[in-house]
């Protein structure tokens, strides 16, 4: 045998025995580190994951940042300042996740910027009025921390750990957001109808967008999205990145909120929520996927403009950049160049 083929045969010999390690470590519930060997298909997997998910932290950041000059109380602006600084925050642990897989950040911000990667839709949705702020809050963030206290369980340990920072903030904007439409609930009944009003508008977007497409349900309009959505779900679950699927984070969400609705004293608008006891869930309506494409899909008037806004404030931040560029090459006081 030549030489070349002994240093193949050595290749796949390793590759067989590093993805043995790998299955173990899966197997055996441990983390996968920057370290480890790991196949391609969930270094790429992950990594779509973790970047979509970063980027709908800073753009989610928008929705809710458009009402912190126009809070109706001092309190309520210094609590939601924080709520949007934490998305800020979030975006950053997550991106420096990312950076692990062997991207850099500016690479993502990129593909973000150019319009390569997605963000979550939801948050192309306007937010109108300020019970929206409330809305967003409860709904939005309450369906980000059902789908992310599983993935602190997730196989990758830097995604893991930052899942565990980032969903101890996200109880405290669920709770903040309850707390902001109760208190106008409370109120005269024009803010009771803000209140309502705002989450007519968000309860879909939240229950559809933040847990992605049908991956259990079959037959019907979807069943094409659902067979696709199955075969992504079962792969990510093999790999230990999800440990549900979409459609059982989404019931987990639906059966937390009504209750939570009730004592409000606001009406979920959706006639078919009802209580189903053989199941032991709430039953809900169908969602109807094509009401999102029109209007919050890539090409939309507010999709485009939360790019638009991205991308300037990215160019405003160069000189910060690059002053920190130069600070790291130069060694020296970065006062000293002011
Ligand atoms: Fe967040
Ligand atoms: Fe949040």
């Given at each position: 045998?030549?030489?070349?083929?002994?240093?193949?045969?050595?290749?796949?010999?390793?590759?067989?025995?590093?993805?043995?390690?790998?299955?173990a470590l899966l197997a055996a519930g441990e983390r996968i580190e920057p370290r480890d060997w790991m196949?391609?298909?969930?270094?790429?997997?992950?990594?779509?994951?973790?970047?979509?998910?970063?980027?709908?932290?800073?753009?989610?950041?928008?929705?809710?940042?458009?009402?912190?000059?126009?809070?109706?109380?001092?309190?309520?602006?210094?609590?939601?300042?924080?709520?949007?600084?934490?998305?800020?925050?979030?975006?950053?642990?997550?991106?420096?996740?990312?950076?692990?897989?062997?991207?850099?950040?500016?690479?993502?911000?990129?593909?973000?910027?150019?319009?390569?990667?997605?963000?979550?839709?939801?948050?192309?949705?306007?937010?109108?009025?300020?019970?929206?702020?409330?809305?967003?809050?409860?709904?939005?963030?309450?369906?980000?921390?059902?789908?992310?206290?599983?993935?602190?369980?997730?196989?990758?340990?830097?995604?893991?750990?930052?899942?565990?920072?980032?969903?101890?903030?996200?109880?405290?904007?669920?709770?903040?957001?309850?707390?902001?439409?109760?208190?106008?609930?409370?109120?005269?009944?024009?803010?009771?109808?803000?209140?309502?009003?705002?989450?007519?508008?968000?309860?879909?977007?939240?229950?559809?967008?933040?847990?992605?497409?049908?991956?259990?349900?079959?037959?019907?309009?979807?069943?094409?999205?659902?067979?696709?959505?199955?075969?992504?779900?079962?792969?990510?679950?093999?790999?230990?990145?999800?440990?549900?699927?979409?459609?059982?984070?989404?019931?987990?969400?639906?059966?937390?909120?009504?209750?939570?609705?009730?004592?409000?004293?606001?009406?979920?608008?959706?006639?078919?929520?009802?209580?189903?006891?053989?199941?032991?869930?709430?039953?809900?309506?169908?969602?109807?996927?094509?009401?999102?494409?029109?209007?919050?899909?890539?090409?939309?008037?507010?999709?485009?403009?939360?790019?638009?806004?991205?991308?300037?404030?990215?160019?405003?931040?160069?000189?910060?950049?690059?002053?920190?560029?130069?600070?790291?090459?130069?060694?020296?006081?970065?006062?000293?160049?002011?």
């Amino acid at each position: 045998m030549d030489d070349e083929g002994v240093v193949r045969l050595d290749a796949e010999y390793d590759e067989a025995r590093l993805s043995a390690h790998f299955e173990a470590l899966l197997a055996a519930g441990e983390r996968i580190e920057p370290r480890d060997w790991m196949p391609e298909g969930y270094r790429r997997m992950l990594l779509r994951q973790i970047a979509q998910h970063a980027h709908s932290e800073i753009i989610g950041m928008q929705p809710e940042g458009a009402w912190l000059t126009r809070a109706p109380t001092l309190h309520r602006k210094a609590v939601l300042l924080a709520k949007v600084q934490d998305e800020a925050g979030h975006g950053l642990y997550l991106y420096a996740a990312a950076e692990t897989l062997g991207v850099s950040r500016a690479e993502l911000l990129d593909a973000l910027h150019s319009g390569h990667q997605r963000y979550a839709a939801t948050f192309n949705h306007p937010a109108l009025t300020w019970a929206d702020a409330g809305a967003i809050a409860w709904l939005t963030d309450g369906a980000a921390v059902v789908n992310q206290v599983p993935l602190c369980q997730t196989s990758y340990g830097p995604y893991a750990r930052a899942m565990r920072r980032v969903c101890q903030e996200e109880a405290f904007h669920v709770r903040q957001g309850y707390d902001m439409l109760h208190a106008l609930c409370q109120g005269t009944p024009q803010q009771k109808e803000m209140a309502q009003d705002a989450v007519n508008r968000w309860w879909l977007p939240a229950v559809a967008l933040m847990f992605g497409p049908p991956d259990t349900v079959a037959g019907g309009a979807d069943a094409r999205t659902a067979a696709m959505g199955a075969a992504v779900t079962r792969r990510s679950m093999a790999w230990g990145i999800k440990r549900h699927t979409n459609d059982e984070l989404r019931q987990r969400f639906v059966d937390q909120v009504v209750p939570q609705a009730e004592r409000l004293g606001l009406t979920l608008p959706d006639p078919g929520i009802r209580w189903n006891e053989e199941r032991g869930h709430y039953d809900f309506g169908p969602i109807d996927w094509r009401v999102f494409r029109d209007s919050l899909g890539d090409g939309s008037l507010v999709a485009r403009q939360r790019l638009a806004h991205r991308v300037a404030a990215h160019e405003d931040g160069a000189w910060v950049r690059e002053a920190v560029d130069a600070h790291a090459a130069g060694g020296g006081d970065w006062r000293e160049a002011a």
